[in-house]
Nanobody, 124 residues
């Protein structure tokens, strides 16, 4: 059974860093593009960073560009999101998602499999 499990969320002060992890099981990660999405209270879920199945292509939402970095280790079945210079507006539940494709960008409805999410709170 295909499963994605996020971890690494927590409470951090503004300007701090977190690294989120997405562990894949039940499928061969190499065949799947992966996206990180987030949903803040009262807002729609949005795509923030996505990576092709090889890792050769990435994209970022303007709101996180230059602060967040997505990466993957297919052999370990892991995808990461390094988040630096965090701001209060980054507070949200963060989800990873997968689609069996070379690359789909960060279009939410293109992704078929979703994790349960991990909470990130940026506050002093």
């Amino acid at each position: 059974q295909l499963q994605l499990v996020e971890s690494g969320g927590g409470l951090v002060q503004p300007g701090g860093s977190l690294r989120l992890s997405c562990a894949a099981s039940g499928f061969t990660l190499d065949y799947y593009a992966i996206g990180w999405f987030r949903q803040a209270p009262g807002k729609e879920r949005e795509g923030i960073s996505c990576i092709s199945r090889s890792g050769g292509s990435t994209n970022y939402a303007d709101s996180v560009k230059g602060r967040f970095t997505i990466s993957r280790e297919n052999a370990k079945k892991m995808v990461y999101l390094q988040m630096n210079s965090l701001k209060p507006e980054d507070t949200a539940i963060y989800y990873c998602a997968a689609v069996r494709a070379l690359f789909r960008g960060c279009v939410l409805d293109q992704y078929d499999y979703w994790g349960q999410g991990t909470q990130v709170t940026v506050s002093s």
